[in-house]
């Protein structure tokens, strides 16, 4: 049906009725708009959210009957489909334009999906994820008509108490629970063919931002992504809790990134793959003069990119890095020494003894430490207990930054004052 000038079978002249709708909606809107919510009632913004979102789902119904049928607005304006005039004329990102119209014509074929969405009880969102599931069933050689019907009566029955999310998961499933007997060996399949595909677009790249930093950019499979995420998880919280304690706001992915850390600088290198009979190494160069200097760089590896001596003192605790250390016409003098390096037993003691950071203001736990040198080795400290003390992560830059001094108190912990 045109929505132009034009009359109709019906014998009416839609054009009025649709300005004026049209008209009494963004009427509606401005004066709502006009009013500050800051000053409603509580019962006023619930109510208004939730009609929101039941009127968002009737008015992408709206939307998208008027694109199911738009191939008129493409024939008039040489557009190649309704898309092409939503990115010409409505400025509309293609690939956005392209789902649209997608999934205008998935809810064409849907009358349960195209009813919810009209009732507003289907959102958009739920839509496109209902739709594509249906279509995945629609295509399956082993389901009938009758099993496309019923999945669509049910999956729209759960539109109503689950998510987009969950209802995704949901529609890869709900053939197995119209008929288990038939479709578990097929969702088994289906669940086999996209761990593998996972495992085909599994991938890790990195960028080096030139200011200190590196953008990681992964993908795993999903069930990679939940695990790493419950170990973040595990180890971010308790320094939030532990942060709100003492009066600070950290942003939470901040604290995500410092538990991704957290687990790349404790994980065993034992673990690690053997590499013509050494294990995997981290090599840093600098000289005697750069280890004992408060202010001065290291080389990180081979490359030549640079890292501050404070922090070349801070990773040259952990067994996995070994320092090159350089006299003064660049001859080697230390190749990493193996009595220089807390042992694992010594960092077992250490957690018995220390159990947590000993920083005065920190709690974090000892699994979250590394063991650190009060004497610094470059100074001829000596790797044993009555030397060492765990540190975080967090602490053990800040003992080894200049602009930091520290004292141990009498307990064993660690004060900090930061030098003027």
């Known amino acids: 049906m045109s929505l132009g000038s034009g009359i109709d079978h019906w014998g009416t002249s839609p054009g009025d009725m649709v300005d004026a709708a049209l008209t009494a909606i963004e009427s509606s809107v401005q004066e709502l708009l006009s009013t500050d919510p800051a000053y409603w009632r ?11 979102e039941k009127l968002q789902a009737q008015q992408a119904a709206l939307k998208l009957r008027v694109l199911a049928v738009a191939g008129d607005i493409a024939e008039e304006t040489g557009a190649k489909d309704a898309s092409g005039w939503l990115r010409t004329d409505l400025l509309v990102d293609k690939a956005v334009a392209r789902s649209q119209v997608k999934l205008a014509a998935g809810v064409a074929k849907y ?75 097929v ?29 990681i950019h992964v993908r795993v499979s999903r069930a990679v992504g939940v695990r790493l995420r ?13 942060a709100q304690d003492r009066g600070v706001k950290a942003p939470y992915d901040r604290l995500l990134g410092q538990a991704f850390a957290r687990v790349v600088e404790t994980y065993d290198v034992d673990q ?30 081979f490359d030549g990119d640079q890292i501050t001596a404070a922090e070349a003192r801070r990773m040259a605790c952990n067994a996995d890095l070994v320092p090159l250390v350089l006299g003064t016409d660049s001859e080697i003098l230390d190749f990493g020494r193996t009595a220089r390096l807390a042992h694992p037993i010594q960092h077992r003691a250490l957690r018995l003894r220390d159990r947590c ?64």
């Open 272 to 301: 690690l793959p053997r590499h013509g009979g050494h294990g995997t190494t981290v090599f840093i160069t600098m000289t005697l003069d750069q280890l004992r200097a408060d202010l001065g760089t290291a080389a990180l590896g």
């Open 111 to 185: 009358d349960l999906v195209a009813a919810g969405l009209a009732e507003g009880m289907v959102s958009q969102d739920k839509a496109r994820v209902i739709t594509k599931a249906l279509d995945a069933i629609e295509a399956d050689p082993a389901a009938s008509s009758e099993d496309l019907v019923l999945a669509e009566k049910l999956l729209v029955d759960y539109a109503t108490r689950l998510t987009a999310n969950e209802l995704k998961i949901v529609g890869k499933r709900i053939l197995a629970e119209i008929d288990p007997e038939r479709f578990e060996a």
């Open 42 to 52: 509580i019962e006023q913004k619930k109510d208004l959210l939730e009609r929101l």
């Open 230 to 242: 419950t170990i973040l998880d595990s180890l971010a919280q308790p320094r939030k809790l532990s």
């Open 187 to 215: 969702e088994a399949k289906a669940l086999q063919r996209e761990e593998e595909r996972a495992q085909r677009r599994t991938f890790f790249q990195s960028r080096d931002n030139g200011d200190g930093t590196v953008d």
């Open 357 to 420: 950071c000993q920083a005065e203001d920190c709690d974090a736990p000892a699994a979250w430490t590394e063991a650190h040198h009060l004497k610094p080795w470059s100074e001829g400290g000596r790797t044993d207990l009555a030397n060492m003390v765990l540190l975080c992560g967090s602490d053990h830059r800040r003992i080894h930054d200049p602009k930091y001094g520290y004292e141990r108190l009498p307990d064993g912990r660690i004060r900090f004052t930061r030098r003027t």
